[in-house]
C-alpha cells in the first residue's frame, strides 16, 4: 500500500462519541498545538507520565516536543482527542503511533487526561486506532506498558488484546492484536476510504 501523503493529513480528522455522548475529535497534531500540549502533559499526575514514557518527566523534553509536534517525520504520528470545554477545544487525551513495513504491524502509546478518565476516551481513541493500524494494511497492533500499569491493562484487556512478556524488558507487557478488517469494513468511515483509495492505488489491485 501506497504511505499517506502529508498534504492530506488535514483530512483524516474523526469525531467520536465518549461513553456519556461527548463529541470527541481525533485529529493529527499540528505545530500550532505545541503549547497545549505541552500543558497537556504538564497537567497529567506524575504517575500518569511515569506510567506514558517509562520514567519521571514533568513535561516533554524539547527534542520529544518536536517529534510530536512534526507528524509524518520518520514514519511516526502523533494525535490529539480533543473535546470542547466553556467554549475552548481542550487536549483531553493523545496517542502516537508508528506502522513497521517490515513486519506489517502497528505500534502505539496513548494516554488520557486525568480529570477525564473514566469517560470511555481511552476505549474511543483505541478503537479509533485500530482504524488506522487496518487502513495502513497492520496485520498487528500492539503497545508495551508497565506491569504496573492497571488502567492500560484492563483496556487493552477489554479491547481484545492478547499478553505476552516483553522481549526486552521484564518490567514492560507487550499487548498485541490481529487485525483481521478488510478495507471495506473498516469501521471508521474516514480511514475506510483512505484503505479503499490506497488499495486501487497499489499495482498490485489491478495485477
Not at 13 to 25: F, I, K, Y
Not at 71 to 95: L, N, P
Not at 129 to 141: T, V
Request: glycine letters at 6%.
Amino acid at each position: 500500500m501506497s504511505t499517506l501523503r502529508l498534504d492530506d493529513l488535514k483530512q483524516y480528522s474523526d469525531t467520536l462519541r465518549t461513553r456519556h455522548g461527548g463529541v470527541l475529535t481525533v485529529r493529527f497534531v499540528e505545530p500550532r498545538d505545541t503549547d497545549e500540549l505541552q500543558h497537556y502533559f504538564r497537567s497529567l499526575s506524575s504517575r500518569s507520565r511515569y506510567n506514558r514514557f517509562f520514567g519521571a518527566l514533568s513535561e516533554l523534553p524539547k527534542a520529544l516536543l518536536h517529534d510530536f509536534t512534526h507528524v509524518g517525520e520518520r514514519e511516526r504520528f502523533s494525535v490529539i482527542a480533543t473535546m470542547m470545554v466553556d467554549g475552548f477545544e481542550t487536549i483531553v487525551g493523545e496517542a502516537r503511533y508508528a506502522f513497521h513495513a517490515e513486519t506489517s504491524t502497528f505500534e502505539f502509546g496513548l494516554s488520557v487526561d486525568d480529570r477525564w478518565q473514566g469517560h470511555g476516551i481511552g476505549t474511543a481513541l483505541l478503537r479509533n486506532l485500530e482504524c488506522r493500524a487496518a487502513a495502513f494494511g497492520a496485520e498487528h497492533i500492539f503497545g508495551d506498558t508497565l506491569r504496573s500499569n492497571d488502567v492500560m491493562i484492563s483496556l487493552a484487556r477489554k479491547s481484545g488484546f492478547a499478553f505476552i512478556n516483553h522481549p526486552d524488558d521484564w518490567k514492560l507487557v507487550r499487548f498485541d492484536k490481529e487485525i483481521a478488517v478488510e478495507p471495506k469494513d473498516i469501521p471508521c468511515a474516514s480511514w475506510r476510504l483512505a484503505a479503499l483509495s490506497r488499495q486501487a492505488e497499489s499495482p498490485s489491485a489491478t495485477a
